[in-house]
């Protein structure tokens, strides 16, 4: 069965940084395109960002230049790093891979930026 497994959530200060992991088993994630979505309170998912199977990667307007994805082969994790958090980065973080014919979820892990 495949799973991804989110983590690295919590509660940060805004302009505080956190760094989120995907770890993937049963899959490798070289051969998936794989993204992070965020859904916040009464909000719809969306897209944050996005690494492909050649590792070009693209950004949501209202993360560019603050968070990074990146893929560690070695490990099989997908990593997003969040740099200068904002309150309005605050919502449930999941992590989603997928290829022609299959799609994967993470449970998803919380991050909530407030002083």
């Known amino acids: 069965q495949v799973q991804l497994v989110e983590s690295g959530g919590g509660l940060v200060q805004p302009g505080g940084s956190l760094r989120l992991s995907c770890a993937a088993s049963r899959i490798i994630f070289n051969f998936y395109t794989t993204g992070w979505y965020r859904q916040g309170p009464g909000k719809q998912r969306e897209l944050v960002a996005r690494i492909t199977t050649s590792g070009s990667t693209n950004y949501a307007d209202a993360v560019k230049g603050r968070f990074t994805i990146a893929r560690d082969n070695a490990k099989n994790t997908v990593y997003l790093q969040m740099n200068s958090l904002k309150p309005e980065d605050t919502a449930v973080y999941y992590c989603?891979?997928?290829?022609?014919?299959?799609?994967?979820w993470g449970q998803g892990t919380q991050v909530t930026v407030s002083s």
């Open positions: 989603n891979t997928l290829r022609t014919g299959y799609e994967y």
